[in-house]
């Protein structure tokens, strides 16, 4: 079955970085458009970062763009998040996400928390 499981979450200061990855099981992993989601305390869940099947085009919501950068490897199955210059309002559960044969599937998230 489709399976992505995050890690890499943590607690970082201000200005610091982290990296998430997203190992993805259960599908043909580079045929998929890949995502980045997160999601703060009584907020909703909002788009960070989309990567295309090749890792050939990416595109980032302005809060995030400059500062985030995502990846992927298709011989690892694994999805990344480069995170540099945190800010409090970062701090988020952030999740890895696919459409697969027409289902919407998710992680569990990791917690990221950027606080002094």
């Known amino acids: 079955q489709v399976q992505f499981v995050e890690s890499g979450g943590g607690l970082v200061q201000p200005g610091g970085s982290l990296r998430l990855s997203c190992a993805a099981s259960g599908f043909t992993f580079s045929n998929y458009n890949m995502y980045w989601y997160r999601q703060a305390p009584g907020k909703e869940r909002e788009l960070v970062a989309r990567?295309?099947?090749?890792?050939?085009?990416?595109v980032y919501p302005g809060a995030v763009k400059g500062r985030f950068t995502v990846s992927r490897d298709n011989v690892k199955n694994t999805l990344y998040l480069q995170m540099n210059s945190l800010k409090p309002e970062d701090t988020a559960v952030y999740y890895c996400?696919?459409?697969?044969?027409?289902?919407?599937?998710w992680g569990q998230g990791t917690q990221v928390t950027v606080s002094s």
């Open positions: 996400n696919s459409v697969v044969r027409g289902n919407n599937y």
């Open positions: 990567i295309t099947t090749s890792g050939g085009d990416t």
